[in-house]
């Protein structure tokens, strides 16, 4: 009788344990997924940049490190919840990145070479101007992290057909057009028309900028 009793209450509880366990299975919090912390994190706090995020399956916590301005910090978040449970600054960057270094990080954003017109250290940020291929561009840059802000480039300029450069030079020198040659002249791309029967005794060649249209001289010959 006594067995039977033993058994009884062992069979009650191991019913108890498994439906407690069941219960906590399908009534317990789900994950905040790593998207989630990424947004939350970027929504309250504006970092320049997430370098770390992992997964304490443990604790279920997320544990983080980000940059944000001249410092370091470490946040660690609810798992369930997404709440800060701990922030704290690991590094203080004192000085701001020189003149050289805020003009190396901007130039290996681009694979064509960089050159740089300004570069101006105001209110802790960098503000350069620069050209790549002929056309200008402006960069906010951050001065302690180096992370850039904004960058604008133009948008790169349509170089001119043959053939409106043709007519171009028409309208310069009456004539008729002989021969249309597109060459680079003191680092700028240009056409060179030949225009003979121009009404004169001598023939014209018409220099145009080859993006722009502007007629940049006339030589006759």
Known sequence: MKRISYLLLTALFASIVIGALLFYQLFRPEIVSEEDIQTLTLERYHPDEIETLSYNSQAETYELTFRR????YEMVLSGTSGAVQSLTLL????????EEQAQSLLNDSYDDPVNFLTTELIDERYLLTFTVNGRTGTAEMDAYS?????????QEAVILSPDRAGEIALETVPGTLEDIEQETRNDRLVY?????????DDDALVIID???GEVISVIWD
């Open 146 to 154: 180096g992370q850039i802000i904004s960058n604008t480039l133009e």
């Open 91 to 98: 590094e203080q960057q004192n000085e701001p990145i020189d």
């Open 69 to 72: 301005g001249a410092g370091l």
């Open 210 to 212: 080859a993006y722009s």
């Open 192 to 200: 060179e028309v030949e225009i003979e029967d121009t009404g004169r």
